[in-house]
């Protein structure tokens, strides 16, 4: 129960009625994309890639430009996102592991408290047989309670496809290479891509929706511009290779990259040309979402439904796109790390007006940020706070400061970072002034007139790590079937993500 409610207070939100009235709840639409860097929309100034419909979210709404992910790869993010709690707390401290016994995700509270609730695309939890608190449930792969209706199914149907990214032949220029064998112009139409696919699903569940009275929540969450580099016209080559820089790679990038293995050759470049022609294609992906986007907002205006809407815009993780000579995430860098936050309350909660929020968040203040838009309570034992105040322009104490977890640890404290390559406070130390350094160039760690706050953060962060608050509990909300996951399921799960 929130400290900050009494228990008859908590029970009429959790009946959703308020001292005796009736209660409206928003509507909720949290969009979600995979990979995508904070600075890659228009809204930010980003000199190359084109977001006219993101970019007018942020004018409708607030646009935080310090907001960092939990934990910089897919699933400890999005299960972050979806618990308020952070990865060492939930358990889903990579790919393929399972959230600790008891851990309840945000679909699960909203339809307690009376949503209908529904995903189109991505949400990458494991084991992926459960709905996780979703109604419906449209798989952008063939995760979920209903794989023959997700887009793996419809593309095997339509074009008796195997593989999910069929490419044009000749499409590619790097077959051989572990990166650049991504890149290819997707074989079919335009309208049958995945991207498109998500969000005609989300489309016809608004649809369905519309003169309903019970609130509903829709989580659209499109993998792009996640790899692979593919992309159907004219977004293939909407960007010019030639007209945009790109960042300098390192002296010793061919030795750095050589000197991998396996999967993480994929994670370090050597080539220019490969970086432009990735980079082209990663633009396109973003724009490409940015129209889709711009559907579903056209959508809720049509039916109605923006007025009573809040919709938010969020990345799980970054892309180094070549800083470092590093690609994709799983690292503490800006690149990697900081993420895109959009956010338009519904009418009369609206704040900002295309105001940006300076202060630091955390992909972990999601989830009380919606339940208090939504006027419900936050559990004991979320970790996030909400910072509806900020939206607003008025929260004087707010933390200001974030924390992080993958293979390293990381701290942001207002325009400051620092970077433990461990997850114990043994490994090496990076420190950064990111107002003065934003590139991250110059590691302050030795500086002897930072010894004492490079030592206060690692105490900070140690201090972090030890805190492991007990699963969520709800008056009335039985625990989730996908909570209560078998100990020998969950040991062959993790088996598998180490094999």
Same mark, same amino acid.
């Given at each position: 129960?929130?400290?900050?409610?009494?228990?008859?207070?908590f029970?009429? &939100?959790?009946?959703?009625?308020?001292?005796?009235?009736?209660?409206?709840?928003?509507?909720?639409?949290?969009?979600?994309?995979?990979?995508?860097?904070?600075?890659?929309?228009?809204c930010?100034?980003?000199?190359?890639?084109?977001?006219?419909?993101?970019?007018?979210?942020?004018?409708?709404?607030?646009?935080?430009?310090?907001?960092y992910?939990?934990?910089?790869?897919?699933?400890?993010?999005?299960?972050?996102?979806?618990?308020?709690?952070?990865?060492?707390?939930?358990?889903?401290?990579?790919?393929?592991?399972?959230?600790?016994?008891?851990?309840?995700?945000?679909?699960?509270?909203?339809?307690h408290?009376?949503?209908?609730?529904?995903? &189109?695309?991505?949400?990458?939890? +494991?084991?992926?047989?459960?709905?996780?608190g979703?109604?419906?449930?449209?798989?952008?792969?063939?995760?979920?309670p209903?794989?023959?209706?997700?887009?793996?199914?419809?593309?095997?149907?339509?074009?008796?496809?195997?593989?999910?990214?069929?490419?044009?032949?000749?499409?590619?220029?790097?077959?051989?290479?572990?990166?650049?064998?991504?890149?290819?112009?997707?074989?079919?139409?335009?309208e049958?891509?995945?991207?498109?696919?998500? +969000?005609?699903?989300?489309?016809?569940y608004?649809?369905?929706?519309?003169?309903?009275?019970?609130?509903?929540?829709?989580?659209?969450?499109?993998?792009?511009?996640?790899?692979?580099?593919?992309?159907?016209?004219?977004?293939?080559?909407?960007?010019?290779?030639?007209?945009?820089?790109?960042?300098?790679?390192?002296?010793?990038?061919?030795?750095?990259?050589?000197?991998?293995?396996?999967?993480?050759?994929?994670?370090?470049?050597d080539?220019?040309?490969?970086?432009?022609v990735?980079?082209?294609?990663?633009?396109?992906?973003?724009?490409?979402?940015?129209?889709?986007?711009?559907?579903?907002?056209?959508?809720?205006?049509?039916?109605?439904?923006?007025?009573?809407?809040?919709?938010?815009? +969020?990345?799980?993780?970054?892309?180094?796109?070549?800083?470092?000579?590093?690609?994709?995430?799983?690292?503490?860098?800006?690149?990697?790390?900081?993420?895109?936050?959009?956010?338009?309350?519904?009418?009369?909660?609206?704040?900002?007006?295309?105001?940006?929020?300076?202060?630091?968040?955390?992909?972990?203040?999601?989830?009380?940020?919606?339940?208090?838009?939504?006027?419900?309570?936050?559990p004991e034992g979320?970790?996030g706070?909400?910072?509806?105040?900020?939206?607003?322009?008025?929260?004087?104490?707010?933390?200001?400061?974030?924390?992080?977890?993958?293979?390293?640890?990381?701290?942001?404290?207002?325009?400051?970072?620092?970077?433990?390559?461990?997850l114990?406070?043994?490994?090496?130390?990076?420190?950064?002034?990111?107002a003065?350094?934003?590139?991250?160039?110059?590691?302050?760690?030795?500086?002897?007139?930072?010894?004492?706050?490079?030592?206060?953060?690692?105490?900070?962060?140690?201090?972090?790590?030890?805190?492991?608050?007990?699963?969520?509990?709800?008056?009335?909300?039985?625990t989730?079937?996908?909570?209560?996951?078998?100990?020998a399921?969950?040991?062959?799960?993790?088996?598998?993500?180490?094999?």
């Amino acid at each position: 129960m929130s400290a900050s409610l009494s228990r008859r207070e908590f029970a009429a &939100a959790a009946a959703g009625v308020a001292f005796g009235a009736p209660v409206q709840r928003p509507n909720i639409l949290f969009i979600m994309v995979d990979e995508m860097r904070w600075d890659a929309m228009g809204c930010e100034k980003h000199p190359v890639v084109r977001t006219p419909n993101l970019d007018r979210l942020a004018a409708e709404g607030v646009r935080f430009n310090r907001c960092y992910t939990a934990s910089p790869v897919c699933s400890p993010a999005r299960a972050s996102a979806f618990t308020g709690r952070y990865a060492h707390v939930h358990g889903v401290i990579s790919n393929g592991v399972p959230a600790n016994p008891g851990e309840i995700f945000l679909p699960s509270l909203l339809k307690h408290y009376g949503y209908h609730t529904a995903i &189109a695309g991505k949400l990458h939890y +494991t084991p992926a047989r459960f709905s996780y608190g979703f109604d419906q449930f449209w798989s952008f792969s063939a995760e979920g309670p209903t794989p023959e209706i997700g887009y793996s199914a419809f593309l095997r149907k339509k074009h008796g496809s195997p593989a999910k990214w069929p490419a044009k032949p000749g499409s590619c220029p790097w077959p051989d290479d572990p990166l650049g064998r991504d890149v290819g112009e997707f074989l079919y139409p335009e309208e049958d891509f995945e991207t498109n696919w998500l +969000t005609q699903r989300s489309v016809e569940y608004l649809r369905s929706r519309k003169g309903q009275a019970q609130p509903w929540f829709l989580f659209t969450s499109y993998l792009k511009p996640h790899s692979p580099s593919v992309e159907p016209q004219p977004y293939f080559s909407m960007y010019d290779q030639a007209k945009f820089s790109i960042p300098k790679l390192p002296a010793n990038a061919k030795e750095a990259r050589a000197a991998q293995r396996g999967q993480s050759l994929r994670h370090w470049v050597d080539n220019e040309e490969m970086m432009r022609v990735m980079t082209a294609k990663y633009f396109g992906a973003i724009t490409h979402v940015d129209d889709q986007v711009g559907r579903l907002l056209g959508e809720l205006r049509s039916l109605g439904m923006a007025d009573n809407t809040l919709v938010l815009f +969020t990345a799980d993780h970054g892309n180094m796109l070549g800083e470092k000579g590093r690609w994709f995430k799983g690292i503490q860098y800006e690149g990697s790390a900081h993420v895109p936050l959009l956010w338009r309350g519904p009418q009369g909660a609206r704040g900002g007006g295309g105001r940006a929020v300076s202060q630091v968040v955390e992909n972990t203040d999601l989830l009380p940020s919606i339940l208090e838009t939504a006027g419900l309570p936050a559990p004991e034992g979320v970790q996030g706070k909400s910072f509806v105040g900020l939206t607003r322009g008025q929260d004087p104490k707010w933390k200001n400061r974030a924390y992080s977890q993958l293979r390293a640890g990381m701290l942001v404290d207002g325009d400051w970072k620092l970077i433990d390559n461990s997850l114990d406070g043994t490994g090496d130390k990076e420190l950064y002034n990111l107002a003065d350094d934003p590139k991250e160039d110059r590691n302050l760690a030795g500086d002897p007139k930072q010894r004492e706050r490079g030592a206060e953060y690692s105490r900070l962060l140690g201090r972090w790590r030890a805190e492991r608050p007990a699963p969520i509990r709800v008056a009335g909300l039985a625990t989730p079937d996908y909570a209560q996951i078998p100990a020998a399921e969950r040991q062959q799960e993790r088996r598998r993500k180490k094999d």
